[in-house]
């Protein structure tokens, strides 16, 4: 190749790349200019000697193709170690000094600067430069005091292209360490120191910072060159960071002040007689479910069978105990139960709602319906909504998975019509077992704690964060459903009742030698061992009041049948009256140290928050 070729060929060389680089700078640039940007984003932090620091941020914003009013800069409100910052002297002008329209508003946990006028839009480039003074924004650490600054914030929506920050320094400020970080929250890619000038350090981002990215800077100081923070600065920033879970936190104090005066005025027993006499029959014709929610503030499973058992004894229905073995030495035993009589003539609503919730049933299917005619899913379903019927008889394994709502409905008669009756101002705990209670009030507390919580600490204190009050409402909520819980009270009428059933317990369950001390006591008779029956197994002594009438008792009621042949007794008696209500029970109950030592990130100290165009 002649010397004229290779000064040719290294000629177009040349041209080309130069070219080339021409185009790419071109399209760089053009592709700058035709997307939405921040083209500039250079700021100057000049730390004070009363910790805070007096920021202007000069941005450079291109619209790109579309139309824009301006731009909002949020701005982190709390520094480095958590204090938070108060912003004051906000300003906004162009490049001449010329002010824009702005305003500010509290944005979650940033201030909002919004900038531009809502009746005016433009394209193309503008120039915002930004400052505000930030005050309680210097981290005061052990060895050194620093300024860590998320300079950019992480939550810009479009990208910046060129990113610069200089830290200016008190006089006399001797620098001990310094850290750059760019990319996205938390990421810990370095950035490096490009400048430092007696006490200015100039850092910049070596890319572009994509949406999402920022730019944080971090240099630290010997200590005392800044004011210490004082007593009286901890406490200002303490109440400042925690004022929101102060006033939440009164709310449970005040609605436990509440449902103490509420117990203290409507929670309590009227007075009675304060003494218990001796009785021997029951008052006011109660029954015995009436009886035991008086006498224990309570309904249990027992009282169910009681109240069967009542029933029984009224010659509604008759109880014929049942025995199957299925092998020589294992044994089940289960109850009959037998429809005698209508409840229409049951003077209570509950006793109505009990025996017609024990005599109605779905209809029996045997294996073979479910063959017929094939086997379906939608065979099964009209199985199961096939209406219940009246029955005559039915056992109680029969009832186990059918009768437990309706023992709730009964229960729920039986408070309704102590209340109507006058025995209780309020049943409280009566209502519902403390754990359903507890459950029922969980559940409303999370939704009212949510949709109250954000309407007070959002729109009445204007909070950064609706938390707290949504805490303290879902303890006020449970603080006043546990106390009203423990607040059935009973009216004068109700405190008598209860003392006079407490006479009657003492005579069921006192021992024959003791009876001496009883007077005007009734003559033991199968009579009086039937009547109070129901009532001895409503109040927990049917065994003892079984035991009285061993000799006397000697024969088995007409609304009892049982496997006892001739040797009845009334002790065999009780306990099989003990092992009904067991039988009974499953109807009623279901089954580095700071940033600029380099252990900081992108994102971190204090400042950051974003922007975008709007």
Same mark, same amino acid.
């Given at each position: ?9 290294? $000629? ?41 620091? +007096? ?20 701005? %982190? ?16 002008? +162009? ?11 509290? %944005? ?11 009746? !005016? ?41 060129? *990113? ?23 990421? *810990? ?19 572009? $910072? ?40 009164? $709310? ?39 009886? &035991? ?16 058992? %009542? ?9 014929? #105990?049942?025995? =199957? ?10 109850? =009959? $139960? ?37 086997? @379906?899913?939608?065979?099964?379903? &009209?199985?199961?909504?096939?209406? !219940? ?26 408070? +309704? ?82 003392? %006079? ?15 001496? #001390? ?21 109040? /927990? ?6 035991? =009285?009438? !061993? ?22 008696? /009780? ?7 067991? &039988?009974? @029970?499953?109807?009623?109950?279901? @089954?580095?140290? /700071?940033? @600029? ?13 974003? /922007?975008?165009?709007?």
């Amino acid at each position: 190749m002649t010397k004229i070729m290779k000064k040719l060929f290294l $000629l177009a060389f040349t041209t080309i790349i130069g070219v080339g680089g021409i185009l790419g700078v071109a399209y760089a640039q053009d592709q700058t200019n035709s997307a939405e940007s921040i083209i500039s984003f250079v700021s100057n932090i000049i730390v004070n000697q009363d910790n805070s620091v +007096d920021v202007t941020e000069v941005i450079t914003y291109n619209t790109g193709p579309v139309e824009r009013h301006g731009i909002y800069r949020d701005i %982190y409100l709390y520094s480095s170690q958590d204090r938070k910052m108060s912003f004051e002297n906000i300003s906004v002008t +162009d490049e001449t000094g010329v002010p824009y329209i702005f305003q500010t508003s509290a %944005y979650g946990k940033n201030t909002r600067i919004k900038i531009g006028s809502p009746a !005016e839009t433009f394209t193309g480039q503008k120039n915002y430069i930004i400052k505000y003074r930030a005050t309680r924004a210097v981290g005061q650490l052990a060895d050194f005091d620093e300024i860590y600054w998320n300079v950019t914030g992480n939550e810009w929506n479009i990208p910046i292209y060129k *990113t610069e920050a200089s830290v200016v320094l008190p006089a006399r400020a001797p620098l001990t360490q310094s850290a750059c970080y760019y990319g996205n929250k938390g990421s *810990t890619n370095k950035c490096e120191l490009v400048n430092r000038d007696n006490n200015i350090y100039t850092f910049n981002s070596p890319s572009l $910072l994509r949406a999402n990215e920022g730019l944080t800077v971090a240099v630290g100081f010997a200590k005392g060159v800044t004011t210490p923070y004082s007593a009286e600065d901890e406490a200002a920033n303490f109440f400042s960071k925690y004022w929101s879970w102060m006033v939440a936190g009164i $709310l449970p104090i005040l609605s436990l002040l509440f449902s103490l005066l509420y117990w203290y005025k409507k929670g309590r027993d009227a007075r009675g007689a304060g003494v218990i006499v001796p009785q021997y029959d029951v008052p006011d014709n109660l029954s015995p479910m009436e009886v &035991a929610a008086i006498a224990n503030e309570n309904l249990s499973d027992d009282n169910v069978s009681a109240e069967i058992i %009542y029933l029984a004894t009224k010659g509604y229905l008759k109880i014929n #105990q049942l025995e =199957e073995r299925f092998i020589k030495f294992i044994k089940s035993v289960d109850y =009959e $139960l037998v429809k005698l009589k209508d409840s229409a003539d049951l003077p209570n609503e509950f006793d109505r709602k009990l025996l017609d919730g024990l005599f109605t049933a779905k209809p029996k299917f045997k294996s073979l319906d479910l063959l017929k005619g094939g086997f @379906s899913r939608q065979k099964l379903m &009209a199985m199961a909504l096939e209406p !219940e019927v009246s029955v005559q008889t039915i056992k109680l394994s029969e009832l186990a998975n059918s009768f437990f709502g309706k023992a709730h409905l009964v229960v729920v008669a039986v408070l +309704d019509s102590l209340l109507n009756k006058g025995y209780y101002k309020n049943l409280g705990r009566m209502k519902n077992g403390l754990g359903s209670r507890i459950f029922i009030l969980a559940f409303m507390s999370v939704w009212a704690s949510g949709f109250f919580g954000a309407i007070l600490g959002m729109l009445i204190f204007r909070a950064d964060n609706p938390f707290p009050f949504m805490v303290g409402i879902f303890f006020s909520i449970i603080i006043y459903g546990i106390i009203s819980h423990f607040s059935p009270a009973k009216t004068e009428k109700g405190t008598l009742a209860k003392e %006079y059933i407490l006479g009657l317990k003492d005579y069921l369950q006192i021992a024959e030698k003791d009876r001496l #001390q009883f007077h005007n006591a009734p003559e033991k008779s199968p009579e009086v061992f039937e009547k109070l029956l129901p009532y001895a197994l409503a109040l /927990g002594v049917v065994d003892i009041w079984a035991k =009285e009438f !061993e000799g006397i008792y000697k024969a088995p009621p007409e609304w009892y049948s049982g496997p006892t042949g001739n040797n009845f007794s009334a002790i065999a008696f /009780g306990h099989s009256m003990s092992s009904f209500s067991s &039988a009974t @029970s499953s109807l009623s109950s279901s @089954s580095g140290g /700071g940033g @600029s030592g380099g252990g900081g990130s992108s994102g971190g100290g204090g400042g950051g928050g974003g /922007g975008g165009g709007w």
